[in-house]
């Protein structure tokens, strides 16, 4: 079918919100998401069949960066007919192995429904339960596609009562992990049964796959599987029984229209008060209600600019419109409204509630951003301000090429756009562009990427970024301002594991409402009422001011410039000028001049950044290093020399699982990003570079105190500052 018919009748249906699916493809790394994916583009006409299927066995980077190609193809909008009815399906890209970005909620947040793929010889995995739990925690229904099913009959040579037996096994695993996550509402009714058509076979590698009542229907059973793969061929399967139409056709049976599924999920990730029109629109997913959408990616395009895609939960977006983004704070104009067939952009007049949708215009939006019609730009988001993890590695890079400089800043800059997590920035000193990310395989991604894009790039060995943090409470510190005429008096504390974990998840944050901040704090984090309601700031380092004095003339009017100062004194900690984290700053008293020419900023801001760092150094301060958490996937014979790499590396080793063939090991294991920097050479070279592995920042952890002071000494060289430590002392002003 020629594509243009197929835009133009995507575009009609899209009004009709019962045949629309907005759904997602999640798995373990390597089970067949890519395979699975592709098959359904090439059912659609997207990409050629000589394309999809012909996925090889390469290293993890090799894959990511297979992947990264084919991440462009997969948000993409499908038609599918059933019974004489046609469908819209968007299949919105989920990023693969790791998540750096906080990509993988953002994908969720804009799909409805997930097909979730199983290898049928390795099974439910650690990732499958962190991806399946994810998607329930966003209210995203799954149905289970169990891949690879050649395997049980080639490598396993199982009997077709064999074969449904293991079958069952995974069914019943899957669940498990509805029983387990599902929000109670849905514990039962999300359970996937193979005898309604929740649960679809196949070999994506082959193309077919069938749930059960299509193999009924068509008259297929296990057995020919078993002939398939011992006398007989997969192609009769393939014209049988296709791939896509199993995984369309229970995509379209049994995941929710958007109608049906903004009822229960707008509850779960609408932010706003829940009795307003605006929420009543979203819920009921209303095309004339006004306008919001959640952008899940952002990409530059070299002639277009930035391209926003996002799912329109209320209102009709059009060419023309005025968005407010709320986390930018700033009103911007539509200039093209689109949706994505693949690589290509196809132009629409406008795109009504319950579709995805490609905006250009929106140029301050990221992801993550709400984009909401101007009159209700105080309603809500989908979104809070996120708390975007600060980088923990850095590269200086430059062009090999000088002539390339103006070129390699503008991609530069809109690699940082892509990619929130991503921070150039450029040393006024040295004149160097400093790429930062979160671990050396992030960067090692980047650099890829923009080789990529034309760039033969030098790069410095790269950096960690450590942060400052206390181990035990300290002061009160008394911080002098210059002319002596005010004093402030300042302890600290840790934050505990618990609070920050409540940051983290952004369950608390700067600019909520203290009562209802109080009220989580107290009941989660065990927090003392009074404290929690007097919390001036909590910073983006994860850092708290908390104010405790009591009727103090004054306070009030210096109350910013005070906030101003904590937030300067936790940007650079008093150890290494690294970042602070962690940290409650209490004022407990305070002296402060009745006449305001005397406590201007010039006046306070010393005066609490000496208390803060005087009583920082006072509570057993360290540097907390970084740790990545690792997930290795070798043949058994490698197990040792990974094993030993792992140990050299101040690491440990967390979990080994065997995957059902006995052939395969996982290795999950935690190393400090410090140790990590030849980990990708290393570990190819130890297993003639058949591991599989990724990895994802997973912790901050104290640095050995066996290290501490040759570690700080370091730093201190590195940035020209005096080699002798601070003391509380330093920062007291006779
Ligand atoms: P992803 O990491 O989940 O995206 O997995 P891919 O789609 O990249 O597939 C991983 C590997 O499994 C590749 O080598 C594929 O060729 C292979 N694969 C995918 N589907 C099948 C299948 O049905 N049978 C077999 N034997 N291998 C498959």
Redesign the pocket.
């Known amino acids: 079918m020629p594509k243009y018919r197929q835009t133009e009748e995507i575009l009609k249906l899209m009004e009709n919100k019962e045949q629309i699916r907005n759904i997602g493809v999640i798995?373990h790394?390597?089970?067949?998401?890519?395979?699975m994916s592709d098959s359904l583009l090439m059912a659609a006409g997207i990409i050629s069949p000589k394309v999809a299927g012909t996925?090889?066995?390469m290293d993890y980077l090799e894959?990511e960066q297979k992947?990264q190609m084919t991440v462009k193809a997969a948000n993409v909008s499908l038609l599918h007919e059933k019974n004489g009815k046609s469908y819209v399906i968007n299949l919105i890209d989920t990023p693969?192995h790791v998540d750096f970005t906080g990509k993988v909620t953002r994908s969720l947040r804009v799909m409805d429904g997930a097909v979730v793929?199983v290898d049928c010889v390795e099974g439910v995995m650690t990732q499958t339960e962190t991806v399946v739990r994810q998607a329930l925690e966003e209210k995203v229904k799954p149905v289970l596609y169990i891949?690879?099913l050649?395997?049980l009959v080639k490598e396993l040579r199982l009997s077709p009562q064999e074969v449904q037996n293991r079958l069952l096994q995974i069914i019943q695993d899957f669940n498990k992990l509805i029983e387990e996550y599902a929000d109670p509402e849905f514990k039962e009714s999300w359970k996937v049964n193979a005898n309604k058509g929740q649960v679809a076979f196949g070999?994506?590698?082959?193309k077919w796959g069938f749930t059960l009542p299509m193999a009924k229907e068509r008259g297929v059973k296990f057995s020919d599987v078993v002939t398939a793969y011992t006398t007989g061929s997969p192609d009769d399967l393939v014209k049988k029984v296709p791939l896509y139409e199993a995984i369309l056709d229970m995509v379209v049976d049994h995941l929710p229209s958007p109608i049906e599924a903004q009822k229960y999920r707008i509850p779960k990730i609408w932010q706003g008060n829940p009795d307003s029109p605006l929420t009543k629109s979203l819920l009921d997913c209303n095309e004339k209600g006004p306008t919001v959408i959640a952008i899940n990616n952002v990409v530059v395009d070299p002639h277009a600019g930035l391209v926003a895609t996002g799912r329109v939960f209320s209102g009709t977006v059009k060419t023309g419109d005025q968005l407010y983004l709320v986390n930018a704070g700033t009103t911007q104009t539509v200039l093209q409204v689109g949706l994505f067939m693949g690589q290509t952009r196809e132009v629409a007049d406008k795109i009504p509630a319950g579709n995805m949708v490609a905006l250009l215009g929106l140029e301050q939006a990221r992801a993550g951003e709400t984009a909401i019609d101007p009159n209700y730009q105080k309603e809500g988001s989908f979104e809070k301000m996120a708390y975007i993890s600060e980088p923990v590695v850095t590269v200086a890079i430059e062009p090999k090429s000088t002539s390339d400089l103006p070129k390699f800043i503008d991609t530069l800059h809109k690699m940082s756009i892509e990619d929130p997590n991503l921070q150039v920035k450029v040393r006024e000193d040295t004149g160097e562009y400093l790429l930062s990310g979160m671990g050396q395989l992030h960067l090692e991604i980047a650099l890829w990427d923009l080789q990529q894009r034309g760039f033969d790039v030098v790069t410095s060995p790269p950096l960690v970024v450590y942060r400052e943090s206390i181990q035990a409470s300290g002061g009160p510190a008394e911080g002098k301002s210059p002319n002596k005429h005010n004093r402030f008096y300042v302890a600290v504390e840790p934050l505990s594991e618990k609070t920050l974990q409540l940051i983290q998840e952004g369950k608390v944050y700067d600019s909520q409402d203290f009562r209802e901040r109080a009220k989580i704090l107290r009941e989660e984090a065990g927090w003392d009422t009074d404290e929690a309601r007097n919390i001036w700031t909590i910073d983006e380092r994860m850092n708290i001011f908390v104010d405790r004095t009591k009727g103090l003339q004054h306070l009030r009017e210096i109350k910013e410039t005070i906030i101003q100062a904590f937030l300067w004194s936790t940007e650079a900690g008093p150890l290494a000028q690294e970042p602070m984290r962690g940290v409650k700053a209490i004022l407990v008293d305070a002296l402060i001049h009745e006449d305001p020419a005397h406590r201007g900023p010039a006046q306070v801001m010393p005066a609490i950044k000496n208390a803060v760092m005087a009583a920082f150094l006072s509570a057993n301060p360290t540097l907390l290093e970084p740790w990545q958490k690792v997930d290795i996937r070798v043949t058994t014979e490698y197990m040792a020399p990974l094993n030993r790499i792992i140990n050299q590396k101040r690491g440990r080793v967390l979990e080994v699982i065997p995957s059902a063939s006995g052939n395969n090991m996982q290795i999950i294991a935690e190393i400090p990003v410090a140790e990590s920097f030849d980990l990708s050479n290393e570990i190819r070279s130890a297993t003639a570079g058949k591991a599989l592995w990724g990895a994802q920042f997973s912790h901050w952890a104290p640095v050995p105190p066996a290290m501490l002071n040759d570690l700080i000494m370091k730093i201190r060289s590195r940035k020209g500052l005096p080699q002798v430590l601070p003391k509380p002392e330093d920062y007291i002003e006779a």
């Open positions: 798995a790394v390597d089970h067949g998401k890519t395979t996925a090889l066995a894959i992947r693969g793929v891949n690879k050649d395997r070999a994506a590698k082959d």
